[in-house]
Nanobody
Framework: QVQLVESGGGLVQAGGSLRLSCAAS????????LAWFRQAPGKEREFAAG????????YYADSVKGRFAISRDNAKNTVYLQMNSLKTEDTAVYYC????????????????????WGQGTQVTVSP
């Protein structure tokens, strides 16, 4: 069992930045692939960014590529999402997800492939 707790959400103006954190506990963190998903009001949950268990590979949705950066610190059992140049359409609840093992890029955007989820943190971007 893996427990995930997100933090760092809040209200920011368009063009600003936020850094989300997700602290994990329960199992060997370095064995888990990690991802950030987001869900805007009235919309389905969607993939934003992912990082492989060894941290060598990162993946991004086209909508955030070049603005968001995912990273992990295995010593702190934490994954981060640095969000820059925020837009109003980035407003959503952001969720951290984890699953054991190594996977190809195609699996990262598959919602049902992720075994563990955090409770989410709200990000609101004002005009």
């Amino acid at each position: 069992q893996v427990q995930l707790v997100e933090s760092g959400g809040g209200l920011v103006q368009a063009g600003g930045s936020l850094r989300l954190s997700c602290a994990a506990s329960g199992r060997t963190f370095s064995n888990y692939a990690l991802a950030w998903f987001r869900q805007a009001p009235g919309k389905e949950r969607e993939f934003a960014a992912g990082i492989s268990a060894d941290g060598r590979n990162t993946y991004y949705a086209d909508s955030v590529k070049g603005r968001f950066a995912i990273s992990r610190d295995n010593a702190k059992n934490t994954v981060y999402l640095q969000m820059n140049s925020l837009k109003t359409e980035d407003t959503a609840v952001y969720y951290c997800a984890a699953r054991y093992g190594t996977y190809s890029e195609a699996y990262y955007s598959m919602l049902l492939a992720w075994a563990y989820w955090g409770q989410g943190t709200q990000v609101t971007v004002s005009p």
